[in-house]
């Protein structure tokens, strides 16, 4: 069992940046592919990041060059470092943790980009 608490989510006008943390607890995280999923509201949750355990990284076309994934094995967190944000941007973004064809989830936080 996995338990994840995202934080790091806001409000922040067009342009700007943030970053999200996804904290992890439970089992060894190192093992784990981690990843960030978002939906927007009346919409289905979609890919946005993924890293591997050995630092392999992969985008949704629509945030390459914009967003960046990372991990911090030592403190058992990924980070999504977003730049350049956009209204279209905005959702509740979710962590997500796979391994051996289980997912977890986090609670999601909230992301807004006013115009």
């Known amino acids: 069992q996995v338990q994840l608490v995202e934080s790091g989510g806001g409000l922040v006008q067009a342009g700007g940046s943030l970053r999200l943390s996804c904290a992890a607890s439970g089992r060894p995280f190192s093992s784990y592919l981690m990843g960030w999923f978002r939906q927007a509201p009346g919409r289905e949750r979609d890919f946005v990041a993924r890293?591997?355990?050995?630092?392999?990284?992969y985008y949704a076309d629509s945030v390459k060059g914009r967003f960046t994934i990372s991990r911090d094995s030592a403190k058992n967190t990924v980070y999504l470092q977003m730049n350049s944000l956009k209204p279209e941007d905005t959702a509740v973004y979710y962590c997500n943790a796979a391994l051996a064809g289980t997912d977890y989830w986090g609670q999601g936080t909230q992301v807004t980009v006013s115009s």
């Open positions: 890293i591997t355990w050995n630092g392999g990284t």
